[in-house]
């Protein structure tokens, strides 16, 4: 056979395959931890807004039953929010509800993924 007529093969080895699996197999494995975080991250945002937007202007209202109901709220949607992560304080026109807490998933062997929520809303009387 004539080496012009040879055709050249093109393609992946064996090798360029499994590490390119192992590559996309990292990803979707990191993909699955952090997904899970944000999408606690979203819906605790949602319900603080939705708060925020609901009791504004709206009837008296405490520290202890903002406290009270954004528990409530969270418990509903599935989302676990320490008491202790929970800061209401009083300002000008009503109050001011933070929520600032660090969740943490384990990805490999020492490595974590952390999301850090810090999320705030005012209150307005």
Same mark, same amino acid.
């Given at each position: 056979m004539n080496a012009g +007529?040879?055709?050249r093969q093109s393609g992946i080895t064996a090798i360029g395959f499994l590490v390119l699996a192992s590559v996309f197999g990292l990803v979707g494995l $990191? $993909?699955?931890k =952090? *997904?899970? #975080?944000? #999408?606690?991250k979203m819906r605790l945002t949602t =319900?603080?807004?939705d708060m925020a937007a609901e009791f504004s202007g709206g $009837? +008296?209202?405490t520290p202890q039953s903002i406290r009270i109901e954004l528990l409530?709220?969270?418990s509903v949607e599935g989302v676990n929010i320490p008491t202790d992560s929970i800061k209401i304080t009083q300002v000008k026109n009503g109050y001011? *509800?933070?929520v600032t807490q660090e969740?943490?998933?384990p990805f490999v062997a020492d490595l974590w993924f952390v999301v850090v929520v810090d999320e705030q809303v005012e209150i307005e009387r």
């Open positions: +007529a040879r055709r $990191a $993909a699955l =952090i *997904v899970p #975080l944000y #999408l606690q =319900i603080m807004h $009837a +008296a209202l409530k709220r969270a001011q *509800v933070q969740q943490r998933t």
